[in-house]
């Protein structure tokens, strides 16, 4: 390259460099983007530069390419301190930013756990009903059949609060459901809350839903009146 092309073309960068330092000390921060990618095709091999036109897109909320810029710094320079330092932060905060992964549900094993917590409740072994439940849960969160009859177990080990709290996670998780609501009939009655227990125990009554069954709608209609009355 001849020499005086050469100086010109240093002037330039420098002309550049200052404008874009100008521009960000403003906090003109468009100005200093469009100033640092123009120094980055006259001198792009300089990591200063990319790092400067990194921390622009890292203070314009642009971490992806602030990213890609610190990166193109560090082929450079790989012991740039600036460029690891805004690496890292742009990485962390595109991390923060990104959803959260979904959780990896196993139909299979949820199924399995919660028919095995049934013949555990059935067998009034509410204990190991409860364990089994929670796995299957951890398997498929949400899981509504499996939230009722963990409510069931609870019931059985007289622990009424936490019952309802489960009778109630099912109904929100899956309103088609009716034994949310004898459930839930079940554990504010137990709780001496009979008012309560009784619009529950008519709501199921009531249910149009396919899992209600003939005996237990005859008995939450007659809890429905015995309770109302009180």
């Known amino acids: 390259m001849p020499f005086v092309i050469a100086v010109l073309l240093a002037a330039d960068a420098v002309s ?6 100008r ?3 403003a906090r003109d921060f468009r100005a200093a983007l469009f100033a640092y990618q123009d120094l980055t095709r006259e001198d792009p091999g300089s990591a200063s530069v990319w790092v400067r036109l990194g921390e622009t897109y890292a203070r314009m909320g642009h971490d992806l390419e602030a990213g890609e810029s610190f990166s193109r710094a560090l082929r ?17 905060r595109l991390a923060i930013l990104s959803p959260p992964p979904k959780p990896v549900v196993d139909e299979a094993g949820a199924r ?32 509504a059949v499996a939230l009722v009859a963990r409510g069931s177990a609870r019931m059985g080990l007289l622990d009424y609060d936490a019952a309802a ?15 949310p609501l004898f459930g839930l009939a079940e ?6 809350q009979p008012a309560k227990a009784a619009q529950l125990y008519r709501a199921y009554a009531e249910s149009p839903a396919t899992d209600v ?15 109302g009355s009180q």
Request: proline residues 3%; positive net charge; aromatic residues 8%.
């Open 16 to 21: 550049l460099m200052a404008a874009g330092d």
């Open 213 to 227: 069954q003939p005996a237990l709608k005859e008995y939450a209609l007659r809890n429905a009146q015995s309770l």
């Open 187 to 192: 554990a504010y009655r137990a709780l001496g």
């Open 165 to 179: 709290a489960d009778y109630s996670a099912a109904r929100g998780s899956d309103p088609s459901l009716a034994s």
């Open 76 to 92: 450079l320079n790989g012991k740039n301190a600036s460029a690891k330092e805004g690496l890292a932060a742009s990485r962390e």
């Open 112 to 143: 399995e756990r919660y028919t095995a917590a049934v013949r555990m409740i059935n067998e009034r072994n509410y204990r190991d009903a409860l364990n089994a439940l929670d796995e299957a849960l951890r398997k498929r969160p949400g899981y």
């Open 23 to 25: 521009a960000f000390a």
